[in-house]
């Protein structure tokens, strides 16, 4: 073998070895890593939804008992959209729809919105957003009292010209210097108030597949 | 250069040739997680770890890699241990983990690490190679955290907010409320806060450099001359 080729195969023969070196030390902290990380998101999600629906009110494994449905124009993801089923005894209590904002300032809003069986809501949070720090994040329920605004209302309450913020003349406050950020909200969780109201029955259902778009 | 003493190393890491006052390297993750002093500390721990471990295993190697290939594989290396050090934050500081967000991956292209590999590590034994990454490391992270600190402080009222999501519930007592009800001032949180943050924190070390008698700069010219270029 000549030089020039000799050299090439010893040098892909390193670099070779320190790739399966590298991909197996990433793998084996992945199965060491695995359960426990599944785990931290299960933990934070419960979290999230207890704070929503109080776990006394319901009583089964609300994090299993799910379905994913697809409804961009109401839901606003182009994804599956999750919805958690609460439920007391086998009686429906709640879902909690994992529907998202996507007018954001900075692109969309993830939003857990919790709403009770007869359709008021039970509380709204924010997930994830890429909002303004200072401005927008006021939307977060650790940084203002914002979002508890929204416990209670329905479709009802108030009439539909009321789900915008007061800058638009609706009843929900914008913030100073932030009007995008609450406005994409409210519009958002009026959205899934309304996808609820149209498939409340189906969504309760047993293990059916809701697909509508 | 064989012959570099620790405490120079050591001097070098933390003072005279510090990664975000005189290299001004990995600026990215510097400027855009710096918004809290713990987002700071969070991701300067990450940083040395990476840091540590790729200057050990680059130094362990350094004989054995021709000189042609050894780029993509200390590039390989450095991208390993970050892998890792995210699955292990993800798993053991969740909370942290999610703030913290796409920064971590980026460590890989913080070139802190890759010109500590090339620079330094490819070229002297481990032992030096270790304290290297541990004191350029702790050089970092330390300016992480006081400039995260600043702009916490100048921008939300508060110092260490947040410090359950590192150290769990129980230290919850360690955030400090400096003003209450303090309206907050964004200019500190946005990227522009973090660029004049860092220019006065230059300043402040190039003021002091300029004050202390002249003696740190003259022992090693040939260093200093090194790692100005790279």
Partial sequence: ?213 | MSEISYQQISRDGFWTNNVALVQILGLCPLLAVTSTAINGLGLGLATILVLVCSNVTVSLIRNFVRPEIRIPVFVLVIASFVTAVELAMNAFFHDLYKVLGIFIPLIVTNCAILGRAEAFASKNPVGKSFVDGLTMGLGFAVILVILGAMRELIGFGTLFAQAHMMFGEAARWITITVFEDYKGFLLAILPPGAFIGLGLLIAVKNLIDQRAPKTVNQENPTLQTAEAEG
């Fill in chain 1, 1 to 213: 073998m000549s030089m020039p080729w000799r050299n090439m195969v010893i040098g892909a023969m390193i670099l070779g070895l320190f790739s399966v070196v590298g991909t197996g030390l990433v793998a084996l902290t992945y199965e060491g890593t695995m359960e426990r990380i599944a785990e931290n998101e299960r933990q934070a999600l419960l979290r999230s939804l207890h704070q929503i629906i109080s776990p006394e009110a319901h009583d089964n494994d609300i994090y299993a008992d799910l379905i994913t449905v697809h409804n961009k124009a109401l839901l606003g993801s182009r994804d599956g959209v999750n919805i958690y089923r609460a439920r007391m005894s086998g009686q429906p209590v709640a879902a909690v729809i994992a529907s998202a904002a996507p007018d954001g300032y900075n692109g969309t809003i993830k939003l857990l919105v919790g709403i009770n069986y007869d359709g008021t809501l039970a509380g709204v949070r924010v997930i994830n957003h890429h909002e303004t720090p200072g401005l927008g994040d006021g939307i977060e329920a650790e940084r203002s009292d914002w979002v508890q605004g929204f416990n209670g209302r329905s479709l009802l309450n108030p009439e539909s010209a009321g789900w915008k913020v007061k800058k638009d003349g609706g009843q929900f406050d914008q913030f100073t210097g932030a009007t995008i950020t609450p406005r994409a909200v409210v519009k958002a969780v009026y959205n899934t108030l309304r996808y609820y109201q149209q498939h409340r029955e189906a969504l309760f259902a047993d293990g059916v597949e809701v697909e509508n778009e």
